[in-house]
């Protein structure tokens, strides 16, 4: 009987621990979506070798490679037409022209996504702690999220150019 209280014990504490870390680590996801998470299987999976036929040089460099397009060079930079912005290596709706607004950083900037089509990761790399953004049906890298959005959300959202794909 003792032995299954401390065990009881130890199981309760181990949850709690559990949830406390958790919680704490929420704090510093963002907090838009609720959908938030990271996928390791995606519904479109291809190899490399796959995606360079579908993809031109520099979309292979920025989606698939982790690439970033030169700034104020792309497409989308300056572009304030109304419709939906899809993944360019899948197709899926990533973000709305409702969505868009002129940031003057260099690359298309965006306060919010589409529900659950985006999803986030921590990035290190280059000396720097960012946010990764990536689709969520492709894996696909789409570009950093910041905190520095000048809208009620505070996000921004700054996006390749080549990693998406406007229709109206
Ligand atoms: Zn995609």
Not at 34 to 62: A, G, Q
Not at 126 to 149: P, Q, Y
């Amino acid at each position: 009987m003792k032995n299954y209280t401390q065990i009881l014990l130890v199981f309760l504490a181990t949850t709690c621990g559990i949830l406390l870390v958790n919680f704490t680590s929420q704090q510093t996801k963002p907090q838009l979506n609720k959908s938030i998470k990271i996928t390791t299987d995606y519904k479109v999976k291809k190899t490399k070798e796959e995606w360079k036929k579908t993809l031109n040089d520099e979309e292979y460099r920025v989606l698939i490679n982790k690439g970033t397009e030169y700034p104020g060079s792309g497409e989308y930079n300056i572009h304030m037409k109304e419709g939906v912005y899809n993944c360019k290596g899948c197709n899926n709706p990533l973000f709305t022209s409702d969505q868009k607004f002129e940031s003057d950083c260099g690359w298309p900037s965006f306060d919010n996504a589409i529900e659950g089509s985006v999803e986030y990761k921590k990035d290190n790399t280059l000396g720097m702690s960012r946010v990764e953004i990536l689709c969520t049906n492709c894996g696909g890298h789409l570009g950093h999220i910041f905190n520095d959005g000048p809208t009620e959300s505070g996000k921004r959202y700054c996006v390749n150019s080549v990693s998406i794909d406007f229709k109206n």
